[in-house]
């Protein structure tokens, strides 16, 4: 299976009463066909089209999906401007508001929260992985999506593999991880292979694995997101209605700087910023009980005093947390009511009722590029 066998398959789907193919008209994003010959593009779209393009892209996805020796189909409607795309509408002038982009919110899921770094490196997913879980002690129905394309980790940590099934045409079941729903690109494909995308592939993946997995009924879905601020964290705020973020940063100066980066990118898609968390806080000698200060000390907290965003703790640098995250077995799942899980279910505790007491979930943002 190649780029050019599924390209001469698009050739017979047609996008107007002309008769122009999907492969000659220049709306094709990059297609890419991974080891297992599951087949991934987008159609470059202006948001105006979206109704008339979903049809397209259905015919789209099931004449790929017949073809012989293909296993799946990735197949979605971007607005992301491509180079023979006319150039979309100018933005509002500063200081003008956008008309706000509606977006359905997952059906069943009460919030979602993005847990975020503005680098990486700051142990954000293992955060991410020990934070779910004691919200899941708390009696809550919690769902892990691990939105890293590029380094998805939360198999890992959760200690699963194999693949996820498919329930109905489109619709994946969530892998269970220590009665945590879950669902990662790291099940989809070999633990070794290199994701090489472009950003609307990951743009489209994210939103298929938002959209197509079959989550029920949650309380709050926490979404790992990659480091930085790139393609996925626009994606996450401007299709999905998100509930808030939280930053995860170490106390160091070199990290507050990203850190400082990821809560003005969701201040400026208008996603409110329920925390930060300082990571990796403390070391304690195990044997005299000294303690040290590896990364500095309270940088987060004093940051997110100077931000005026909630601080919800600290977590200290841990060999336990290091082990049971390496093993597959979390620390708040196998050691529930150690020193270091009660950290967790303080700061899950202090983020819900942050939640509890905010608004509901709105519809998500159109993102305005000043």
Known sequence: MTRDDVL????????????????ASGRLSQVVVDATNRVMFSILIDPSEAARFEPIRSRAEGTVLAMPGVSGVFASLTSERGPSQPAPPQPPAPGRAAPPRTGPALPGVRHIVAVASGKGGVGKSTTACNLALALSAQGLKVGLLDADIYGPSVPKLFGLSGKPKVIEERLLAPMDGYGIKVMSI???IEPETAMI????????????????????????LI??????????QLTMAQATPLSGAVIVSTPQDLALIDARRGVTMF??????????IENMATFVCP??????HIFGHGGARAEAARL????????????????TSDSGRPVVAVDPDGPQAKVYREIAALLWRNLAGG????????????
């Open 8 to 23: 001469k398959a698009l050739s017979a789907v047609t996008i107007d009463d002309a008769g122009t193919s999907l492969s």
């Open 186 to 188: 790291g099940f989809l």
């Open 197 to 220: 995308w472009r950003g609307p592939m990951v743009q489209s993946a994210i939103t298929q694995m938002l959209r197509e997995v079959a989550w029920g009924e949650l309380d709050i």
């Open 223 to 232: 979404v790992d997101m990659p480091p930085g601020t790139g393609d996925a």
């Open 267 to 276: 201040r400026k898609v208008a996603v409110p910023i329920l925390g930060v």
């Open 287 to 292: 044997n005299c009980g000294h303690a040290s």
């Open 308 to 323: 005026d965003v909630p601080f919800l703790g600290e977590i200290p640098l841990n060999m336990t947390i290091r082990e």
């Open 359 to 370: 608004p509901a979930p709105r519809a998500a943002p159109r993102i305005v590029i000043e």
